[in-house]
């Protein structure tokens, strides 16, 4: 069957190519995905898959205590599900790939256009081909070949095309409560084929450090807030140190900072003479696996709490912390699940060697998937460090690898039906 699967492959990974430029080529930014997800409901039933294609009623979701969404309505934003109904008596896999992309930044920093879907040196370029068009055509590939091949398999395989993953998971979310639900899920984000069984979670918080405005002649008579921010972020900084000093994986060896705590947006003051008397930092707070995002909140709380005990300025004006905006939920799955174990010899059949193993330096929705009692891993084509990065590119030859790896999972997680 390996021999069958990577001819059929082989046999149409110039038009399999063609498409993924066709993908990325479609700027399918939050709030553009619509002409992107009506082709990929096509492109199901073509496979003659049960295809449903909806838009997602926002309301519908803000009673539930995992959504997290900066939009105030998602039309024109539809998900997709596909499924391959299986005889009956196998366990079922979603295989769930989000087609939301992250603006494409300073285009100067670019070799390339954004989105030129350009192959140089065996590698396709563009904004989202790592985040993650190219694992979402694993996924595909890996359907479409088995089908092709006239495979028929006990369990329901179901893929996921979902919205708003770079955005809290509003999509995914969406998705399980439509009833979307499995034995288990793969998630092909980029992983350079290393298989993560644990995804961390992040939450997204907002600092407000306040001090005294003052001429900036006499600034002596004022309190810089800016000044007192730099407190602030030495806590963080101590904060983030003593988290990842208290966490004991194997599976983050290797990894510099597990748990980062990121500061990533500053803003404050209204004059160059003048003292600011606020300044607001904005950032984001990895969550361990096993951990709840509110005993990581309130990890962050504490901190700065404890900056009273440092400087009497932060007992009397306190840091103001809140959430807002993202959140990704921690997941994963059990080291001896047999999917991990069907993964890891998949992969040894194609490559001759037993895989990575190691946990998401980001969050994904598996978390989300994890709540809802459905195992996640990830594994997926693409270099990690590129997934947000100007020249964005994937190998495409890693696409099309990782499509009969999951091809051969899904044969022996599924099972073959008589």
């Not at 961390?200 to 405005?213: D, N």
Request: negative net charge; hydrophobic residues 40%; contains cysteine.
């Amino acid at each position: 069957m390996k021999d069958r699967i990577r001819d059929a492959i082989d046999q149409q990974r110039e038009a399999y190519t063609a498409l993924l430029q066709e993908w990325v080529q479609d700027p399918t930014l939050s709030g553009q995905e619509s002409r992107y997800q009506h082709r990929i409901a096509d492109l199901y039933r073509e496979l003659g898959l049960d295809t449903d294609l909806w838009e997602i009623d926002i309301a519908s979701l803000k009673h539930n205590p995992l959504f997290h969404c900066q939009r105030e309505s998602l039309a024109g934003s539809p998900n997709v599900v596909g499924t391959w109904k299986g005889t009956g008596g196998g366990r079922s896999l979603i295989l769930n790939g989000h087609v939301d992309v992250v603006p494409e930044g300073d285009h100067a920093q670019w070799h390339q256009p954004p989105y030129s879907g350009e192959i140089i040196g065996g590698c396709l370029y563009g904004r989202g081909v790592t985040d993650m068009k190219g694992g979402n055509l694993s996924a595909y590939v890996a359907v479409a070949t088995l089908k092709t091949l006239g495979v028929r398999l006990k369990g329901d395989v179901i893929l996921q095309s979902v919205i708003e993953e770079e955005a809290g998971g509003a999509g995914t979310l969406a998705a399980l409560e439509r009833g979307y639900t499995a034995d288990a899920a793969l998630i092909p984000e980029p992983s350079e084929q290393k298989i993560f069984p644990r995804q961390q979670g992040s939450r997204w918080f907002r600092l407000r450090v306040m001090g005294v405005k003052a001429h900036g002649g006499t600034r002596y008579e004022g309190v810089s807030a800016l000044e007192k921010s730099v407190a602030v972020i030495a806590a963080i900084q101590a904060l983030e140190a003593q988290r990842n000093a208290d966490l004991n994986d194997p599976l983050y060896e290797g990894v510099p900072i597990p748990l980062p705590i990121n500061l990533g947006r500053i803003e404050g003051g209204d004059w160059p003479s003048s003292v600011p008397d606020e300044i607001t930092l904005e950032g984001r707070i990895g969550v361990g696996p096993g951990e709840t995002v509110e005993t990581a909140e309130q990890a962050l709380v504490s901190a700065m709490a404890a900056l009273a005990e440092q400087d009497d300025w932060f007992a009397d004006h306190p840091v103001e912390v809140e959430f807002y905006g993202a959140c990704w939920q921690p997941g994963g799955i059990d080291l001896d699940s047999p999917l991990v174990t069907q993964l890891c010899n998949a992969f040894e059949r194609v490559h001759g060697r037993m895989p990575e193993r190691q946990a998401s330096p980001w969050g994904t929705d598996g978390g989300l998937l994890s709540q809802y009692g459905v195992p996640a891993l990830v594994f997926g084509p693409g270099i990690t460090r590129l997934a947000h990065f100007p020249n964005e590119h994937i190998r495409l030859d890693d696409i099309f690898d990782v499509a009969e790896i999951m091809a051969l999972t899904l044969i022996d997680w599924c099972e073959l039906a008589d």
